[in-house]
């Protein structure tokens, strides 16, 4: 069957009916554009590149920083010294901060990092002087005060002058930073330099001084920072008072070779570390310290008035005036120093600073200070009385140069009067002590140089004030050298009792005062004691005519004798040695004295606290005294007796009687009793002497004292007369028995226990005064021979009657003279 003929026809019709396709857009295209569903990640393009790096862990064995530090010296960081100190020139200054307290932490832990690294450490710390962070310089100063400089010191002098001139270079730039902060902190750097190396400071004087002058020149600090100026004050003191210390040093040098040959005289200015060779510098010093005077009193004027306008003083202005004027007050003696040093003979030319100069110049400036003192002795403060004080010390040190038409005496005389008086009212000791000595240790050139009309309220007023004085006071050493250089001439070559200065009137007040403090300095202050010692001797040597009766309380000092004539030891056995031998020279010196004293110095000498040798000088100085007639024979014989007499003899192991605990003294009475009978044996005709102590002798014998007692007191008899017969009664011949036996006791005892040669010498010893008596005198052994065969006990010391003890002493009596 065949298909029907439309069906063909439609599907052809159909077919014929496509769409057409869409024309091609001209020109090409540049971007396709997609359509993305939300949330889908983007492709990435064609052209980009692949980031993505693919790679496998690396294992380093032992490659970590603690196994590379181990064994070295870390802080709490755990940072090395050489990394600190990389870090203390780091652009952020708590990194700097950090630093300086690790190295801090680093050299107390480790001490020998800074020995080992001292030099590098120094060199790279130094360039922090001039940092701008406050706090850096602050630590980098806590570091070379403490721990830096202290090292520094043990270290030969090559290695330190090298280290100390790069730290010098940088303190010298510090002090012309624009900086006022680093500025005033490059001061205190300097200060501290010179405070630990004071030697240093001569190579860089000229420019410090420079410095100094244009600070303090400064406006800008004098009107807005004024209290900041105390560092730079304070460093100026430190570094004039080494210019005068180092003056006073050049003239014991200058001295050493002022009369040395011209080769020797060359070699010396040839030589740049010599001091005579840095002499030549001074000129140019002083022009420079002539600026700083002006400015220094300028500011001292300003300063008054802005403290006196205040209702309060504040401690920082208080301490800046003082500074000032302490700096003032050193200028000044540099430049008397300097006017009174003689030029050698090899000097080039005469100095420009002279008396003339001092009163033209530098007492010109001086003036408009003497107006500053006015204005604060208006003032009740104690604070201002320390002002004046000071301003009071600088005229005093002028005091030879001051011309009355410019300042005048009386007035000047009563305002330092007047300094006395309030400084009784001042409660701070310190103080007190501080600024007053310079005043007192000035008042003798004061009183010379001054009318004398001027003097008498000044003379009133220190005579006050050195009696009110308390020997535990520290202005008791200043007081006495005062009144000393006022009457004495050692150290003035002037007395001033002589020259109508009116002291003479003051004399016995201050010579009275003299005993007083010293039994009072004896238990509070015993460094006291020796200075008046030493003065009273001075004075004693100086006015040999003096009246003594000022110096009557002396007498204590040995002790003090009642009615009874029982003796109370005074403070002599306690002294010091050398107190002891300055208080016996002073008997030679005041005879009036003796009659009262010979007792209570007696009973000193008889104590077991008096060192031998001071005993025997004692007796040396009081035959002296005999020798230039100042002491009677008398008082002489009854002294040397009354110790022959009463010296208690402890003989250790040498006798059974002697307790062997103590300390053997027998060689100290042996050596007394040779100096004893030396004394007696010079005093002329042995007869005549023995007359005039027979009475005491014969008392002393009487009273039946110790064997060695009695001995001493036989030895006297045979000294100065050996055959008197004032031994022929019966009771002196009983004692001279007695005493013989007592001898023999001891050597019988020694007999019983063996044969001992020193027992038998001794013996020797103490039978040998009677032995000489019986020689000179046959009827006196006669009766000793005669007591010594009686069978009854000895009346002398022994209790038995053993008749073979008398019969072994009369042996031995007899054998005695064969010996």
């Known amino acids: 069957m065949g298909r029907p003929k439309g069906g063909a026809a439609a599907s052809s019709s159909a077919s014929s009916k496509k769409p057409k396709p869409k024309p091609k857009q001209r020109g090409g295209v540049d971007f396709k554009k997609y359509k993305h569903k939300v949330g889908r990640k983007l492709p990435p393009p064609k052209n980009a590149t692949s980031t993505e790096i693919k790679s496998k862990t690396i294992v380093l064995p032992e490659q970590s920083m603690a196994s590379e530090r181990a064994g070295m010296a870390v802080n709490k960081r755990g940072l090395t010294l050489r990394e600190l100190l990389q870090q203390t020139a780091h652009y952020n200054a708590n990194v700097r901060r950090a630093a300086l307290n690790g190295i801090k932490d680093i050299v107390v832990k480790h001490p020998t990092e800074l020995k080992l690294h001292k030099v590098a450490i120094i060199e790279k710390l130094q360039e922090r002087i001039c940092d701008t962070d406050k706090v850096v310089r602050e630590s980098l100063y806590s570091i070379l005060q403490s721990m830096i400089f202290p090292s520094l010191k043990e270290d030969n002098a090559i290695s330190t002058r090298s280290t100390l001139f790069l730290l010098m270079a940088n303190i010298l730039n510090g002090m012309t930073h624009l900086s006022i902060d680093i500025q005033l902190m490059a001061f205190r750097f300097l200060e501290l330099v010179v405070l630990n190396f004071p030697s240093s400071f001569s190579s860089y004087a000229e420019q410090a001084f420079n410095n100094f002058i244009a600070v303090l020149s400064n406006d800008r600090i004098n009107l807005h920072d ?355 031998e300055l208080a016996t020279s002073c008997l030679y010196y005041f005879p009036s004295l003796l009659p009262d004293i010979i007792g209570p110095l007696a009973s000193c000498c008889l104590s077991d606290a008096l060192e031998p040798l001071v005993l025997f000088r004692v007796v040396e100085v009081l035959q002296s005294t005999y020798k230039a007639g100042s002491l009677q024979i008398t008082e002489l014989l009854s002294f040397l007796l009354l110790l022959m007499a009463r010296f208690r003899v402890h003989p250790g192991g040498l006798v059974t009687s002697g307790n062997p605990s103590k300390v053997s003294n027998w060689d100290t009475f042996k050596s007394l009793n040779r100096l004893i009978l030396t004394s007696l044996s010079e005093m002329g005709d042995g007869s005549l002497v023995l007359e005039l102590m027979w009475n005491n002798l014969s008392n002393a014998i009487a009273k039946k004292p110790s064997m060695h007692n009695m001995n001493g007191l036989f030895r006297i008899i045979v000294t100065l007369d050996a055959g008197t017969n004032k031994l022929m009664n019966e009771d002196a011949v009983k004692l001279i028995a007695g005493y013989l036996v007592d001898a023999s006791l001891d050597l019988s005892k020694t007999i019983e226990g063996g044969f001992q040669p020193d027992k038998t010498r001794l013996f020797q010893y103490f039978i040998k005064p009677c032995t000489i008596m019986f020689d000179k005198n046959d009827k006196e052994s006669y009766h000793v021979e005669f007591v010594l065969s009686q069978p009854y006990s000895s009346s002398y010391a022994m209790t038995g009657n053993s008749i073979g003890i008398f019969l072994l002493a009369n042996q031995l009596l007899k054998a005695s003279w064969i010996i």
């Open 226 to 580: 004024r209290n900041k100026l105390n560092s730079v004050l304070s460093g100026l003191g430190h570094c004039l008072s080494l210019v005068a210390k180092t003056m006073e040093n050049d003239d014991i040098s200058n001295r050493q070779v002022h009369d040395l040959s011209a080769r020797e005289l060359w070699k010396c200015t040839s030589d740049e570390d010599n001091s005579v060779g840095r002499a030549f510098a001074m000129p140019n010093l002083l022009v420079k310290l002539q600026s700083l005077v002006q400015i220094l009193i300028n500011s001292v004027e300003v300063s008054a008035s802005e403290l006196c306008a205040k209702s309060a003083i504040d401690a920082s202005s208080s301490e800046a005036l003082l500074s000032a004027l302490h700096c003032l007050d050193i200028i000044c003696r540099i430049f008397i120093h300097e006017v009174k040093k003689p030029q050698l003979r090899f000097s080039i030319s005469k100095t420009q600073f002279g008396p003339d100069w001092l009163r033209s110049s530098l007492l010109i400036h001086l003036k408009n200070l003497w107006g500053v003192k006015r204005l604060f002795h208006e003032k009740e403060d104690g604070k201002f009385f320390i002002f004046n004080l000071k301003i009071a010390e600088i005229f005093l040190c002028l005091s030879a140069w001051i011309d009355s038409t410019m300042f005048p005496a009386e007035e000047f005389c009563h305002f330092v009067s007047s300094l006395f008086a309030k400084a009784k009212t001042l409660r701070n000791k310190d103080l007190m002590e501080m600024y007053l000595s310079p005043i007192i240790t000035c008042i003798p050139d004061l009183i010379f140089n001054a009318p004398d009309d001027s003097k008498e309220h000044l003379l009133e007023a220190f005579t006050d004030a050195f009696r009110g004085c308390k020997v535990d006071c520290k202005l008791i050493f200043p007081y006495l050298d005062a009144v000393g250089e006022m009457l004495l001439p050692e150290k003035t070559g002037t007395w001033f009792a002589e020259d109508g200065s009116g002291v003479l009137g003051y004399h016995d007040v201050w010579i009275h005062e003299l005993p007083r403090i010293l039994l009072q300095s004896i238990d509070k202050a015993p460094s006291v004691t020796k200075v008046v010692l030493e003065l009273l001797l001075r004075i004693g040597q100086y006015f040999p005519t003096l009246d003594c009766e000022n110096l009557r309380p002396f007498i204590k000092l040995f002790g003090v004798e009642s009615s009874s004539g029982a003796v109370e030891l005074g403070p002599f056995v306690n002294l010091a040695r050398d107190c002891q």
